[in-house]
């Protein structure tokens, strides 16, 4: 977490540096909390997150960062951490284990957004700036590690990986003189399984210095939801939702 907020903050001091012409950057960081629920079935029965495993919510700081080029694609780039720990007493079985009384479960999905999109100026300019929607590809790289722990026996399935994941980007900002509310969704869906992740957030720019930056304050709600249909013998639906708020800078 420490690296994650000296990263951030780099990113705001600096960038405010080295802007360049034609170039439009914005940056920000923030906290946002994990609530995650549903099942997950590997190679046993299906086990609850909350109810088996003993995963509750939890907050962590994320950062992005939005580059927009005057011809070529712009870039958007984002990082969101996330790590659940739990502990039950329950029964199930899990990767061909049968486990029962206390079991410690140690679970970090830490995810990395590279973006490629182009705005629609055409539609900006139809509406007076009021609407400014984009549309691009995404790959999402998930940094998968997790595990699973018996007490009494000490015995451990554990699982990792690393996971790039192609989705489509699409977003809408709607803007107001120092009001904006912004949408994003990106997701994927294929032969039963499907994998998208929605954030609706309201911005407010409370102050600016002309002709270098504007300061921005927003909230906002994530949603994420991951369907796997016998992916690797592995079936799951995953949701992982809650608040945030971030503080960032554009110019």
Same mark, same amino acid.
């Given at each position: ?23 439009? @950057?914005? %940056?920000?960081?923030?906290? @946002? ?10 190679? !046993? ?5 909350? *109810? ?6 939890? =907050? +962590?700081?994320?950062? +992005? ?18 790590? /659940? #720990? ?12 049968? /486990? ?7 679970? +970090? ?7 490629? &999109? &182009? ?5 900006? =300019?139809? =509406?007076?700036? %009021?609407? *400014? ?11 998968? #590690? !997790?595990?699973?722990?018996? %007490?009494?026996?000490?015995?451990? #399935?554990?699982?990792?990986?690393? @996971? ?6 699409? !977003?809408?900002?709607?803007? /107001?003189? &120092? ?21 609706? #957030? ?13 300061? /921005? ?7 994420? +939801? ?21 503080? !960032?800078?554009?110019?």
């Amino acid at each position: 977490m420490k690296r994650s907020l000296v990263l951030a903050g780099f990113l705001l001091v600096s960038g405010t540096g080295f802007s360049l012409p034609l170039v439009n @950057i914005d %940056l920000s960081v923030g906290a @946002i909390s994990h609530d995650p629920s549903g099942y997950v079935q590997y190679q !046993g029965s299906k086990v609850d997150v909350k *109810d088996d495993f003993g995963l509750d919510k939890k =907050t +962590r700081v994320f950062a +992005r960062a939005k580059v927009e080029l005057p011809i070529v694609p712009n870039l958007y780039l984002q990082y969101i951490p996330m790590k /659940f #720990e739990g502990q039950k007493s329950s029964t199930f079985t899990y990767g061909g284990y049968t /486990f029962t009384g206390n079991v410690k479960t140690s679970v +970090r999905i830490d995810h990395y957004d590279v973006g490629l &999109y &182009y705005n629609l100026p055409f539609i900006s =300019t139809a =509406t007076a700036g %009021l609407l *400014d929607p984009e549309l691009g590809v995404n790959v999402r790289v998930v940094d998968f #590690e !997790g595990k699973v722990t018996e %007490l009494s026996t000490n015995h451990t #399935e554990s699982k990792s990986a690393t @996971i790039p994941i192609p989705m489509l980007y699409a !977003g809408l900002g709607l803007n /107001f003189p &120092y009001v904006s509310v912004i949408g994003e969704l990106r997701g994927i869906t294929y032969s039963g399984n499907s994998y998208y992740d929605i954030t609706g #957030e309201l911005r407010v720019k409370p102050f600016s210095v002309p002709g270098v930056a504007s300061f /921005f304050v927003g909230v906002g709600y994530r949603y994420e +939801r991951l369907k796997l249909d016998n992916v690797s013998d592995i079936d799951a639906d995953i949701k992982v939702k809650g608040p945030f708020a971030n503080v !960032g800078v554009s110019f």
